[in-house]
C-alpha cells in the first residue's frame, strides 16, 4: 500500500534556528502534500497544502515566511521552520494525496515529526 | 467553514461492551476518513466512507456515513483493551473536487477500554 516517510522523526534545536523537515510518498507521486500541526492533546490542524511545482498555499493564521514549503518534486516536499520559537514546539504530520487516482484510496499519513525547541 | 464535532470527547469502557462514537460535520461533503491514533504516534487509517448509506467493518470497528445527516459513526462491539486509543474523524474539504486530501479533524475521541 501507500507508504509516506517523514524525517526526522524528532528534533530538538534552540531557539532562533530552522529546522528542516521532509516529506516523501515512497510508491507513488504525490501530486498534493498536506502539512498538519498537533499540539499536545489536541486535534490536527491543516497548515498548508503543498503542491508540485507550485507555490503552497496557508491556512489562515499560519505564517508562510515562518513556515516554508518546497515541493521540488513528486515524491518530495519540506517544511522548513525558520527562527523557531518554543511555541513551535509540536508535532507536525504530513500527508500525500495522488489526486484523483486516490479517490478510493485512504490518506496516508507520515510518521509525524516531533520538534521541540528550547 | 467547515466544522466536525465528535463525540463523546472522552470513553471509559468495560471489555465486553458496545459503544458508537459520533461525528457532526457542518458542510457538504462527499468523503469521511476515520483514523486512530496511539500515544507519541502519527495517524492509522481505519476506514473511507465514500457515499450515503455506506458502511464498512474491520474487526470490532463498524463506521456509517449519512450525508443527509452529515453523520458518521463509529461503533465498537466487544471492546478489547488493545482498542484504546484517541479516535479521529476527518471530513475532506474538497467536496466533489479532483483534488483530495485537504482534511478538517474533529477533536478526537479519547478511548481508554478497562477490565
Known amino acids: 500500500g501507500a507508504v509516506v516517510s517523514q524525517h526526522p522523526s524528532w528534533v530538538i534545536c534552540k531557539s532562533g534556528t530552522s529546522v528542516k523537515i521532509e516529506c516523501r510518498s515512497l510508491d507513488f507521486q504525490a501530486t498534493t502534500m498536506f502539512w498538519y500541526r498537533q499540539f499536545p492533546k489536541q486535534s490536527l490542524m491543516l497548515m498548508a497544502t503543498?503542491?508540485?511545482?507550485?507555490?503552497?498555499?496557508?491556512e489562515q493564521g499560519v505564517e508562510k515566511d515562518k513556515f516554508l514549503i518546497n515541493h521540488a518534486s513528486l515524491t518530495l516536499s519540506t517544511l522548513t521552520v525558520t527562527s523557531a520559537h518554543p511555541e513551535d514546539s509540536s508535532f507536525y504530520i504530513c500527508s500525500a494525496s495522488a489526486g484523483t487516482v486516490s479517490y478510493n484510496s485512504p490518506l496516508h499519513f507520515g510518521n509525524g515529526t516531533r520538534l521541540t525547541v528550547t | 467553514e467547515l466544522k466536525v464535532e465528535q463525540n463523546p470527547l472522552f470513553l471509559s469502557m468495560q471489555e465486553g461492551k458496545n459503544y458508537t462514537i459520533y461525528c457532526n460535520y457542518s458542510?457538504?461533503?462527499?468523503?469521511l476518513y476515520w483514523y486512530r491514533q496511539d500515544p507519541g504516534k502519527s495517524l492509522e487509517s481505519l476506514f473511507v466512507l465514500l457515499s450515503n448509506g455506506a458502511v464498512k467493518q474491520e474487526g470490532r470497528l463498524m463506521a456509517s456515513l449519512d450525508t443527509k445527516a452529515r453523520l458518521s459513526t463509529l461503533h465498537i462491539t466487544a471492546a478489547v483493551h488493545d482498542l484504546s486509543a484517541t479516535y479521529f474523524c476527518a471530513v475532506d474539504k474538497n467536496a466533489g473536487g479532483t483534488s483530495y486530501g485537504k482534511l478538517t479533524f474533529g477533536q478526537g475521541t479519547i478511548l481508554t477500554v478497562h477490565p
Open positions: 503543498s503542491n508540485e511545482g507550485s507555490k503552497a498555499t496557508y
Open positions: 458542510t457538504t461533503s462527499d468523503r
